[in-house]
């Protein structure tokens, strides 16, 4: 009976100093596990800044070069050193950042500078909460030229001009110090969506985002408007832009420009082989340009980082500046 009675309790002590032991092992794994996601945490967190930190010094590296062509020249074309995209570069060679283990890290930046205004500003559809039916058309025939329905460019235009009305007594109602505070109807509490980026387009309605796809690579928003430089703008925005070209006609002219671009837009015209352009088209034309597009695309390791930002470039001479308008980080 003793016997008995003492095999068994050597088998509930075994079965507890498993129990226990199974206990201290899991709790061990799982502050190993923890420590393990607290240190990638970290390792991520350092990726991100260094991604920033590179992204940032292309991106001042651009306004550089930026600022040297105006001081140079004040036509911009395709021929010039901004325009010229920066392949895949591996940066392993300059980014602090070796493993441990003495892996050589994997680490390229690649991008370009575009002419924001080689594309169709959608801002010039409304100014100061009026549509401007010059800019609607041309918008129209874009969407033409993009096979999408051009009936879009007039719900576009009702949107911006909708938007910037509702703004303007928002902006007009500054209050004095002291002053009580002026109440808020609900009507003004729910202003239209204002478009600030071509993504916004998609809260017109019919919109798709299969129609955005179709012309993304040929528009943008910049917040006042803008001219078309003929030097850099595509065959299907010249095109929409002068009313009496044809897009056979916008491509044939987009490959002539590229062994002689052009001057000014008194060259341009002349160069249209007979071709008449409308007063109204005709102001909307230039061949310099203020505003671009810097595109950055950094590979860090594991992680990947796109960078698009908007930079104002104003003054010629010696002293001309640059100013970033936005960054978007994706």
């Known amino acids: 009976m003793n016997a008995r009675r003492h095999s068994h309790q050597q088998g509930v002590a075994v079965i507890t100093a498993l129990l226990l032991t199974t206990l201290a092992i899991t709790i061990v794994a799982s502050l190993f596990w923890q420590q393990q996601v607290q240190v990638r945490a970290i390792e991520n967190q350092r990726l991100q800044l260094q991604k920033q930190w590179i992204l940032r010094g292309a991106l001042d590296w651009s306004r550089l070069i930026l600022r040297e062509d105006a001081r140079h020249s004040r036509v911009d074309h395709l021929g010039e050193p901004w325009a010229v995209p920066l392949a895949e570069t591996r940066l392993d060679e300059y980014v602090e950042n070796k493993d441990p283990s003495g892996d050589v890290p994997d680490a390229s ?24 039916p010059t800019e609607v058309a041309a918008f129209a025939r874009l969407l033409s030229l993009t096979r999408q329905n051009p009936s879009l460019a007039q719900a576009a235009a009702d949107l911006m001009a909708t938007a910037q009305a509702a703004a303007a007594p928002a902006a007009a109602t500054g209050s004095t110090p002291g002053a009580p505070a002026a109440p808020v109807s609900s009507s003004a509490s729910k202003k239209p969506l204002d478009i600030l980026q071509i993504d916004d387009l998609l809260a017109v309605p019919d919109f798709t985002p299969e129609a955005l796809a179709a012309i993304k690579d040929f528009i943008v928003v910049i917040p006042q408007s803008t001219k078309i430089n003929v030097n850099t703008a595509p065959a299907e925005v010249l095109a929409a832009r002068i009313g009496t070209l044809s897009l056979s006609e916008a491509t044939a002219i987009v490959a002539a420009r590229e062994s002689a671009w052009f001057k000014d837009v008194p060259d341009f015209e002349q160069r249209l082989q007979g071709k008449t352009i ?19 695309i950094v590979r860090l390791n594991r992680a990947g980082m796109q960078m698009q930002a908007l930079i104002e470039r104003s003054g010629s001479g010696a002293m001309p500046t640059t100013q970033v308008i936005w960054i978007r980080e994706s």
Do not use: E, I, P
């Open 109 to 132: 930046l690649s991008g370009g500078v575009v002419d924001a205004q080689s594309r169709f500003n959608l801002t010039n559809l409304a100014q100061n909460g009026k549509v401007n």
């Open 278 to 296: 409308d007063a109204a088209d005709k102001q909307q034309l230039a061949v310099s340009t203020n505003y671009f597009l810097v595109n950055g």
